[in-house]
Structures are given as C-alpha cells and as structure tokens.
C-alpha cells in the first residue's frame, strides 16, 4: 500500500520554541492531507485539512496562529507548532487518501518541557 | 457526517473469534465503511474496507448488513498481539474518528 513518512518520529523542546513536523507521501502525489492530535487513551481528534497549493481547513477550536499547516507540493505537508507550551505535548498523526483509502503516517510524538 | 458509535472495550481471549459492531446510522448512500488497527504511539493501519454484505481478507472480514446502517469487524483466532484499539471510519470529505473500540486479549 501507499506509504506515508513523518519526521521527527519524536521530538523533545523547551516551551516557547516552535516545531515543525514534517509528512511525505513517499510513492504517491496527496492532494489532500489530514493532521490529527492524540492525548493518551483518547482518540484521534481532526486538527486540519491541508490542501497542496491552498490555505488548510482548519476544525473549530483548532488555532490556525499556533498550528502553521503548509502544503508546498504534491508529497509534503508540515505542521509548524509556534510559541509551544506543555499543554501542546501530544501525539501528532498525518494521513493522506488514495482513491478513497487513508494512510497514516507513523506520528510525532511532541514533548514541551 | 456518518457518526460513528462502537463499545469502549472489550475483552477476549486467546484463540477465540472476537467480533466489533459498529454503528453509522447516518451513513451515505456512496459512502464505505472501513476499519483501522492502533497500537500505542502507532499510526493507525488500515485492516479492512467493504460497502454491502462481506468482504474477507487474510487477517479479518467485514459484514455489513442490507440497511448498511451497522458494520461488524470479524478477527478469527485473536491473539495477544491483537491488543490494540480498532476504529470504524465512514470516511467522508473530513475523516472524523470515533471513540473505537479498545480489545484486550487475555492468555
């Protein structure tokens, strides 16, 4: 099936400081990514929609200012997380969708000291 | 938005059948029914997808009645690394997950 990388597989910073988390779409062009969070034993909560070549669709309650979504070309989406505080550790998935299918990457875990 | 409403959790044991009912009684005339697998600071991983009746694969089937309105997710002979929280997406043109179902499997 189609493969889908993120970069850094985890990632440890100090709080104000900003991270970007990067996903590809190795063997496959994305038009459209998804960016989720997931706080320890809960779901997968829908963070953005990204769209190569667009602005990203970001969901109610999500900070656009604080959670940069960048879609530059057909194989990369990042997620830039600016200013970053302890309440914005968590496990950060991407997914792309081919022909109906999603695949995911292999999340980001973000720790802010 | 097909909302999606499946058991918290579940417990088995080793060898045994286990099957998860989900529910998407909104769910669209075009729209599939698919089912993921998640391990613990794992990306999900896509396990099945099915539109009406069956459909069988090598690690699980997928039945889905004429209404369309539920979906069951069929694991034969379960093993312990089987554990893992298994999710029912009606994907649409925003992927929203449910709660899933988080399956315990005992020795």
Redesign the interface.
């Known amino acids: 099936g189609a493969v889908v990388s993120q970069h850094p597989s985890w990632v440890i910073c100090k709080s104000g400081t900003s991270v970007k988390i990067e996903c590809r779409s190795l063997d496959f062009q994305a038009t459209t990514m998804f960016w989720y969070r997931q706080f320890p034993k809960q779901s997968l909560m829908l963070m953005a929609t990204s769209n190569e070549g667009s602005k990203a669709t970001y969901e109610q309650g999500v900070e656009k200012d604080k959670f940069l979504i960048n879609h530059a070309s057909l194989t990369l989406s990042t997620l830039t997380v600016t200013s970053a505080h302890p309440e914005d550790s968590s496990f950060y998935i991407c997914s792309a969708r081919v022909v109906g299918e999603l695949f995911f990457g292999e999340g980001s875990r973000l720790t802010v000291l | 938005l097909a909302k999606t409403t499946q058991p918290i959790s579940m417990d088995s044991y080793e060898g045994q059948e286990v099957n998860i009912t989900c529910s998407h009684n909104n769910i669209a005339t075009n729209d ?1 029914i ?1 089912w ?1 697998q998640q391990f613990p ?6 396990i099945i ?1 099915g539109y009406k009746t069956k459909v069988t694969n090598e690690v699980a089937s997928l039945f889905i009645p004429a209404d369309r309105k539920s979906s069951t997710l069929s694991l034969p002979r379960v093993s312990l690394s089987d554990t893992a929280v298994y ?1 029912c ?1 009606v ?1 649409a043109a ?7 179902t988080r399956l315990h499997i005992l020795p």
């Open positions: 599939y698919t993921y600071s794992q990306g999900p991983r896509f997808q999710y997406l994907p925003k992927i929203i997950f449910g709660k899933g």
